[in-house]
């Protein structure tokens, strides 16, 4: 292999790690390779996005657990109507069978869970509170169901209707 020939008159030899640029050469923006402040900036566009992008995913995470906290919420109401609307059923029995659907169900994800339940001679309703587990700091969310229908009675047939 040759040994490089040396540089014409008047022309001096850059070391390949220099920050000068070669004569008449410039750098992205048009300043000489160097001299600009691009220096560091993608450590602090990292510092400035990374933050916004974790935000972003924690709320996207927080929105499912929302949405499966209130129908967790909601199912657990309708449970408990369908115990307390029997016709041998109570606002008591309602109010238990809601409890044990949110015991089997919910684990963890709800907090503060309060079951109410009301039933008179013709509605039975039962209202079921509760907090999602929150992801993002700082922020508190009630879901609530309510369920509401007819308790079953027994109405005989009237006498003229009554087949032989």
Not at 57 to 78: E, G, K, M, P
Not at 81 to 108: D, E, M, Y
Not at 118 to 146: D, K
Request: aromatic share 4%; glycine share 10%.
């Amino acid at each position: 292999m040759h040994p490089p020939a040396p540089p014409p008159e008047g022309v001096t030899r850059q070391a390949v790690n220099s920050r000068t640029p070669a004569p008449g050469r410039q750098g992205r923006v048009g300043l000489p390779l160097g001299a600009g402040g691009c220096r560091g900036s993608v450590s602090a566009e990292t510092a400035v996005v990374l933050p916004a992008v974790l935000l972003l995913i924690l709320l996207i995470v927080q929105t499912t657990f929302y949405a499966h906290a209130r129908n967790l919420t909601q199912s657990a109401a309708d449970e408990g109507l369908r115990a307390a609307r029997l016709r041998t059923g109570s606002a008591a029995a309602g109010q238990s069978a809601a409890a044990r659907f949110l015991a089997a169900t919910a684990g963890t994800l709800l907090t503060g869970t309060a079951v109410s339940s009301s039933r008179g001679p013709a509605t039975a309703t039962i209202t079921v509170e509760a907090n999602a587990v929150a992801v993002v700091p700082f922020l508190h969310l009630s879901v609530h169901g309510t369920a509401t229908g007819p308790v079953e009675r027994f109405v005989p047939a009237p006498p003229d209707t009554v087949t032989r």
